[in-house]
Protein backbone atom coordinates (compact mmCIF):
# COMPACT_ATOMS: atom_id res chain seq x y z
CA UNK A 1 0.00 0.00 0.00
CA UNK A 2 1.17 3.35 -0.85
CA UNK A 3 2.09 5.68 2.24
CA UNK A 4 -0.12 8.62 0.18
CA UNK A 5 -2.53 8.56 -2.23
CA UNK A 6 -4.76 11.01 -4.39
CA UNK A 7 -6.93 10.94 -6.80
CA UNK A 8 -5.27 11.70 -9.71
CA UNK A 9 -8.20 13.39 -11.44
CA UNK A 10 -8.02 15.71 -14.00
CA UNK A 11 -10.03 18.13 -12.33
CA UNK A 12 -11.85 20.05 -15.11
CA UNK A 13 -13.57 23.48 -13.48
CA UNK A 14 -14.94 25.96 -14.83
CA UNK A 15 -13.89 29.64 -13.32
CA UNK A 16 -15.47 30.57 -9.59
CA UNK A 17 -15.84 27.05 -9.27
CA UNK A 18 -15.17 25.27 -5.64
CA UNK A 19 -13.01 22.07 -5.84
CA UNK A 20 -11.75 19.68 -3.13
CA UNK A 21 -9.03 17.27 -3.23
CA UNK A 22 -8.74 14.26 -1.06
CA UNK A 23 -5.65 12.51 0.63
CA UNK A 24 -5.17 9.60 2.23
CA UNK A 25 -2.15 8.69 4.34
CA UNK A 26 -1.15 5.19 5.48
CA UNK A 27 0.79 5.10 8.76
CA UNK A 28 -0.65 7.36 11.82
CA UNK A 29 2.93 7.91 13.06
CA UNK A 30 2.93 10.63 10.68
CA UNK A 31 4.11 13.74 12.06
CA UNK A 32 3.18 16.86 9.75
CA UNK A 33 1.63 17.28 6.46
CA UNK A 34 1.28 19.71 3.49
CA UNK A 35 0.26 20.78 0.19
CA UNK A 36 2.33 21.48 -2.34
CA UNK A 37 1.47 23.18 -5.72
CA UNK A 38 3.60 22.44 -9.07
CA UNK A 39 3.39 24.45 -12.07
CA UNK A 40 3.72 22.02 -15.68
CA UNK A 41 7.96 21.74 -16.05
CA UNK A 42 8.32 23.28 -12.21
CA UNK A 43 9.71 22.39 -8.73
CA UNK A 44 7.24 22.06 -6.27
CA UNK A 45 6.14 25.09 -4.19
CA UNK A 46 4.34 24.50 -0.65
CA UNK A 47 1.36 26.17 -0.36
CA UNK A 48 0.15 25.63 2.73
CA UNK A 49 0.52 23.11 6.12
CA UNK A 50 -1.62 21.46 7.29
CA UNK A 51 -2.30 21.74 10.82
CA UNK A 52 -4.64 19.47 13.37
CA UNK A 53 -7.04 22.41 13.79
CA UNK A 54 -7.90 23.30 9.96
CA UNK A 55 -6.63 26.25 8.41
CA UNK A 56 -7.34 28.38 6.04
CA UNK A 57 -5.17 30.86 3.47
CA UNK A 58 -7.84 33.49 1.28
CA UNK A 59 -9.43 30.67 -1.19
CA UNK A 60 -7.85 27.83 0.33
CA UNK A 61 -8.90 25.67 3.09
CA UNK A 62 -6.56 22.47 4.65
CA UNK A 63 -8.22 20.20 6.85
CA UNK A 64 -6.75 16.95 8.70
CA UNK A 65 -8.47 13.96 10.04
CA UNK A 66 -5.87 12.22 11.79
CA UNK A 67 -8.76 9.58 13.02
CA UNK A 68 -9.33 8.74 9.44
CA UNK A 69 -5.90 9.66 8.14
CA UNK A 70 -7.30 11.62 5.62
CA UNK A 71 -6.24 15.95 4.47
CA UNK A 72 -7.81 17.56 2.08
CA UNK A 73 -7.34 21.04 0.14
CA UNK A 74 -10.87 23.05 -0.71
CA UNK A 75 -10.11 25.70 -3.57
CA UNK A 76 -12.97 28.04 -3.52
CA UNK A 77 -13.66 30.87 -6.02
CA UNK A 78 -11.13 29.05 -8.56
CA UNK A 79 -9.11 31.27 -11.04
CA UNK A 80 -7.51 30.40 -14.02
CA UNK A 81 -3.96 30.70 -12.46
CA UNK A 82 -4.79 27.98 -9.79
CA UNK A 83 -4.38 25.12 -12.56
CA UNK A 84 -1.74 23.13 -11.58
CA UNK A 85 -0.88 19.72 -10.10
CA UNK A 86 -1.26 19.46 -6.36
CA UNK A 87 0.40 16.88 -4.17
CA UNK A 88 -0.12 15.81 -0.78
CA UNK A 89 2.74 15.19 1.56
CA UNK A 90 3.10 13.70 4.98
CA UNK A 91 6.60 13.85 6.64
CA UNK A 92 7.33 10.89 8.79
CA UNK A 93 11.11 11.33 9.49
CA UNK A 94 11.02 11.62 5.40
CA UNK A 95 8.88 12.86 3.36
CA UNK A 96 6.60 11.15 1.07
CA UNK A 97 4.93 12.34 -1.89
CA UNK A 98 1.38 11.71 -3.28
CA UNK A 99 1.28 11.52 -7.17
CA UNK A 100 -0.82 14.75 -7.08
CA UNK A 101 -3.98 16.01 -8.38
CA UNK A 102 -4.23 17.84 -11.60
CA UNK A 103 -6.79 20.59 -11.68
CA UNK A 104 -7.56 22.32 -14.76
CA UNK A 105 -9.59 25.75 -14.67
CA UNK A 106 -11.36 26.77 -17.66
CA UNK A 107 -12.86 30.25 -18.48
CA UNK B 1 18.10 35.92 -1.34
CA UNK B 2 18.05 32.62 0.01
CA UNK B 3 17.30 29.71 -1.50
CA UNK B 4 18.54 26.31 -3.35
CA UNK B 5 20.46 25.93 -6.50
CA UNK B 6 20.76 23.36 -8.97
CA UNK B 7 22.90 23.39 -11.95
CA UNK B 8 22.62 22.87 -15.15
CA UNK B 9 18.91 23.25 -15.93
CA UNK B 10 19.86 20.99 -18.79
CA UNK B 11 21.84 18.73 -19.31
CA UNK B 12 22.28 15.83 -22.51
CA UNK B 13 24.37 12.99 -22.17
CA UNK B 14 25.80 9.81 -23.89
CA UNK B 15 24.67 6.55 -22.48
CA UNK B 16 27.59 4.95 -20.74
CA UNK B 17 29.00 8.67 -19.49
CA UNK B 18 28.71 9.36 -15.73
CA UNK B 19 27.15 13.01 -14.73
CA UNK B 20 27.13 14.99 -11.80
CA UNK B 21 24.03 17.32 -10.99
CA UNK B 22 24.96 20.77 -8.84
CA UNK B 23 22.66 21.40 -5.47
CA UNK B 24 23.59 24.35 -3.42
CA UNK B 25 21.30 25.75 -0.71
CA UNK B 26 22.11 28.65 1.32
CA UNK B 27 19.22 28.35 4.41
CA UNK B 28 21.51 26.71 6.72
CA UNK B 29 19.10 23.78 6.76
CA UNK B 30 21.04 20.56 7.71
CA UNK B 31 18.48 18.14 5.45
CA UNK B 32 19.23 17.82 1.55
CA UNK B 33 17.15 15.38 -0.52
CA UNK B 34 17.29 14.25 -4.22
CA UNK B 35 14.15 12.94 -5.90
CA UNK B 36 13.56 11.86 -9.62
CA UNK B 37 10.04 12.62 -11.00
CA UNK B 38 9.10 10.90 -14.73
CA UNK B 39 6.46 12.48 -16.53
CA UNK B 40 3.13 12.10 -15.06
CA UNK B 41 4.46 10.51 -12.43
CA UNK B 42 5.07 11.31 -8.25
CA UNK B 43 8.42 12.36 -6.92
CA UNK B 44 10.65 9.54 -5.69
CA UNK B 45 13.28 9.30 -3.14
CA UNK B 46 16.84 8.54 -4.40
CA UNK B 47 19.09 9.51 -1.90
CA UNK B 48 18.75 12.17 1.39
CA UNK B 49 21.22 13.61 4.08
CA UNK B 50 21.13 14.82 7.69
CA UNK B 51 24.03 15.97 8.34
CA UNK B 52 27.15 16.39 6.82
CA UNK B 53 29.44 13.78 6.22
CA UNK B 54 26.33 11.33 6.21
CA UNK B 55 23.43 9.80 3.62
CA UNK B 56 20.72 7.17 3.66
CA UNK B 57 19.74 5.67 0.62
CA UNK B 58 16.04 6.39 -0.52
CA UNK B 59 13.81 4.13 -2.26
CA UNK B 60 15.59 4.21 -5.97
CA UNK B 61 19.36 4.62 -4.95
CA UNK B 62 20.60 2.10 -7.12
CA UNK B 63 22.53 3.75 -10.20
CA UNK B 64 23.55 7.26 -8.43
CA UNK B 65 25.94 8.58 -5.73
CA UNK B 66 26.08 11.34 -3.65
CA UNK B 67 28.43 12.54 -1.66
CA UNK B 68 27.73 15.40 1.74
CA UNK B 69 31.34 17.07 2.26
CA UNK B 70 29.71 20.75 3.07
CA UNK B 71 26.10 21.46 4.48
CA UNK B 72 25.77 23.75 1.66
CA UNK B 73 26.14 21.10 -0.95
CA UNK B 74 24.96 17.75 -2.17
CA UNK B 75 26.14 17.00 -5.87
CA UNK B 76 24.27 13.60 -7.28
CA UNK B 77 26.19 11.29 -9.43
CA UNK B 78 24.21 9.62 -12.33
CA UNK B 79 26.10 6.61 -13.29
CA UNK B 80 26.47 4.54 -16.50
CA UNK B 81 24.63 1.96 -14.48
CA UNK B 82 21.25 3.42 -14.05
CA UNK B 83 19.10 1.96 -16.33
CA UNK B 84 16.84 4.80 -17.77
CA UNK B 85 17.66 8.00 -16.21
CA UNK B 86 16.02 10.45 -19.01
CA UNK B 87 14.03 12.60 -15.94
CA UNK B 88 13.32 15.43 -14.24
CA UNK B 89 15.82 15.72 -11.06
CA UNK B 90 14.84 17.57 -7.77
CA UNK B 91 17.09 18.69 -4.71
CA UNK B 92 15.43 19.82 -2.17
CA UNK B 93 16.06 21.08 1.68
CA UNK B 94 14.72 21.42 5.25
CA UNK B 95 15.97 22.73 8.42
CA UNK B 96 15.75 18.71 9.72
CA UNK B 97 14.47 15.36 8.41
CA UNK B 98 11.82 14.89 11.25
CA UNK B 99 9.37 17.14 12.61
CA UNK B 100 7.24 20.76 11.44
CA UNK B 101 9.18 21.86 8.79
CA UNK B 102 8.57 21.79 5.34
CA UNK B 103 11.00 21.19 2.09
CA UNK B 104 12.06 23.74 -0.46
CA UNK B 105 12.73 22.94 -3.67
CA UNK B 106 15.10 24.01 -5.82
CA UNK B 107 14.43 24.89 -9.78
CA UNK B 108 15.60 21.12 -10.98
CA UNK B 109 17.87 20.05 -13.38
CA UNK B 110 16.22 17.95 -17.19
CA UNK B 111 18.43 15.40 -18.05
CA UNK B 112 18.03 13.69 -21.18
CA UNK B 113 20.31 10.42 -22.30
CA UNK B 114 21.14 10.49 -26.14
Known amino acids: RKEVEQDPGPFNVPEGATVAFNCTYS??????FFWYRQDCRKEPKLLMS???SGNEDGRFTAQLNRASQYISLLIRDSKLSDSATYLC????????FGSGTKLNVKP | DGGITQSPKYLFRKEGQNVTLSCEQN?????MYWYRQDPGQGLRLIYY???????QKGDIAEGYSVSREKKESFPLTVTSAQKNPTAFYLC?????????????FGPGTRLTVL
Open chain 2, 27 to 31: LNHDA
Open chain 1, 89 to 96: VVNRWKFY
Open chain 1, 50 to 52: VYS
Open chain 1, 27 to 32: NSASQS
Open chain 2, 49 to 55: SQIVNDF
Open chain 2, 92 to 104: ASSKASGGDDEQF
